[in-house]
């Protein structure tokens, strides 16, 4: 059965105090892994898609990277805006996605 | 590109009554649309998918007959709650793809939050 995990399930950050979330996965297959943003009370926003071992996507402050087992969000030098959950998910052989529990991140400044 | 407007954003409904909650895709059309649902401090979970000109597919344990989903058009799909009670408070959120393929992601509206009294 597809699995995706996500820790920690929370991270607490100073601004500019760079950290990295993991998101770790068992699937039958891999046919792409997904990386979204989620503001309270709002859709999850889309940020990457990583298909292949040792691809990596940049966005402003976050860099997302793959591996054969995991995926990893890194945060550089983080602003209170950066606040926000962070998701991942992985499509089924149906295309439906099983998505992680979510990283909580907090920014102070 | 690739929006997704859902309406409302918030309703309020009486025990007993039905909520209709609509999804559009705004700049891309869209045969099949995904339906979510999410409990405060937990993850999405799949309701069901809607598929333009057929039947819905609806997951494991998830009530067809009260959740009613329609995909009249390639731009919108609707998911009525009927008979709303209380524990059918939630986030509901849906979900297209902009390139209908199984392995692109998907794009979310912004979610309706409904809460039955």
């Known amino acids: 059965e597809d699995q995706v995990t996500q820790s920690p399930e929370a991270l607490r950050l100073q601004e500019g105090e760079s950290s990295s979330l993991n998101c770790s996965y068992t699937?039958?297959?891999?046919?792409?892994l997904f990386w979204y943003r989620q503001d309270p009370g709002k859709g999850p926003e889309f940020l990457f898609t990583l298909y292949s071992a040792g691809e990596e996507k940049e966005k402003e402050r976050l860099k997302a990277t793959l591996t054969k087992k995991e995926s990893f969000l890194h945060i550089t030098a983080p602003k209170p805006e950066d606040s926000a959950t962070y998701l991942c998910?992985?499509?089924?052989?149906?295309?439906?996605?099983?998505f992680g529990a979510g990283t909580q991140v907090v920014v102070t400044p | 590109g690739a929006v997704v407007s859902q309406h409302p954003s918030w309703v309020i409904c009486k025990s007993g009554t039905s909520v209709k909650i609509e999804c559009r895709s705004l700049?891309?059309?869209?045969?099949?649309m995904f339906w979510y649902r999410q409990f405060p401090k937990q993850s999405l979970m799949l309701m069901a998918t809607?598929?333009?000109?057929?039947?819905?597919?609806?997951e494991q344990g998830v009530e067809k007959d009260k959740f009613l989903i329609n995909h009249a058009s390639l731009t919108l799909s609707t998911l009525t709650v009927t008979s709303a009670h209380p524990e059918d408070s939630s986030f509901y959120i849906c979900?297209?793809?902009?390139?209908?393929?199984?392995?692109?992601?998907?794009?979310f509206g912004n979610g309706t939050r409904l809460t039955v009294t």
């Open positions: 809607s598929n333009e000109g057929s039947k819905a597919t609806y």
């Open positions: 699937v039958s297959g891999l046919r792409g």
């Open positions: 998910a992985v499509p089924d052989s149906w295309g439906k996605l099983q």
């Open positions: 979900s297209a793809r902009q390139i209908p393929s199984r392995n692109s992601p998907l794009h």
């Open positions: 700049d891309f059309q869209a045969t099949t």
